[in-house]
């Protein structure tokens, strides 16, 4: 049994098929097929179930790929310490992160973390998707979502507060909703819809309210969104992160804040696989995402937020409209 066959079999487990293994390791589908029925002819025994879409390992075929893991994990540790030897820290990292969040949160994290590593290439997919991370290739997925996979390794950066919010000459046009149900009738901006309808969880306390909306203004981009919640278009249902600072201004006043709103879930963890060789390169990105998260959580935890108090009083006139009375930010 050669080294070469069990990481052979680590590949092939990780991709989930035959044919996605053999595009990572650029051999042909009839090429990994043969090394694998060799190697269980050598082992005497069957080591995947085979199924129209996936293979599954048998209980031997777990046992080898543990073997066959921390075999190919002191083969890259070594390979890099070799590589990187005399030389500055290199490496690339790829990376997955959610197109509001990274473009608007991460994107100063990820150009400072660049201009400390230069020799570190960062390769950035800005997606909402949440996928197979060996089937996409990713290092590391940042993801908002109720409850981490079971699979993966999970660091929390901190929790996701989603804002029911619109900007003042809204408010003062047509007035803002005082109750959760009269979202319904608001014309409504917001991100990731599928379908016309949108489903949102509010929690008042221990209890849980779920309310389904058809939102008018839809977009992946969270900077239009912001954009056209300025603009007066309608009441916006999205995370902090994208209107907070005109929150603190005043441009954006917020409604329903006793409720706590979730679309995708309340808290942002990082994703990767476990027992997987981490390079100086992607451990190094780790620490420095979790450091700058943290930091971040303490500095909004530490700063009031205007529906908390210590805010100037709002403008006055804005009328409540037809019948809801504005919740102004106080």
Known sequence: MEPSSLTLLVEILDAGNLSQAARK????????????????QSVGLQLVRRTTRRVEPTEVGLRLYQHGL??????????????????????????????????????????????????????????????????????????????????????????VRYLACASRGYAAAQGLPTQLEQLRTAPLITAGVIGRQLRVSAYLGNERHEITLEPTLISEHFPFLRQAILAGLGVGL???????????????????????????????????????????????????????????????????????GDAPAPAQGIPSGRHRRAKLVR
């Open 25 to 40: 390791l650029k051999m042909t589908r009839a090429n990994v097929s043969y090394h694998l029925n060799q190697l269980e």
């Open 70 to 159: 921390s075999i190919q994990n002191e083969l890259l540790a070594a390979q890099e310490t070799v590589s990187t030897l005399g030389q500055g820290l290199q490496g690339r990292v790829r990376l997955s992160v959610p197109s509001g969040y990274g473009q608007m949160v991460m994107s100063d994290w990820l150009i400072e973390f660049k201009r400390l590593y230069p020799g570190i290439v960062l390769d950035v997919l800005f997606e909402n998707r949440v996928d197979d991370l060996m089937r996409d290739e990713v290092d590391i997925a940042i993801r908002v979502m109720p409850e981490p996979p079971q699979t993966l390794v999970a660091r929390e950066l901190g929790p």
């Open 238 to 308: 999205v995370p902090d992160y994208v209107v907070m600072d005109a929150v603190q201004s005043g441009e954006i006043l917020t409604v329903l804040d006793n409720y706590r709103l979730s679309i995708f879930g309340t808290q942002m963890f990082m994703l990767y696989m476990p027992d997987r060789h981490k390079t100086r390169a992607a451990r190094t990105f780790i620490d420095f995402i979790l450091e700058k998260a943290n930091t971040a959580r303490a500095s909004s935890e530490s700063r009031p937020l205007p529906w908390q």
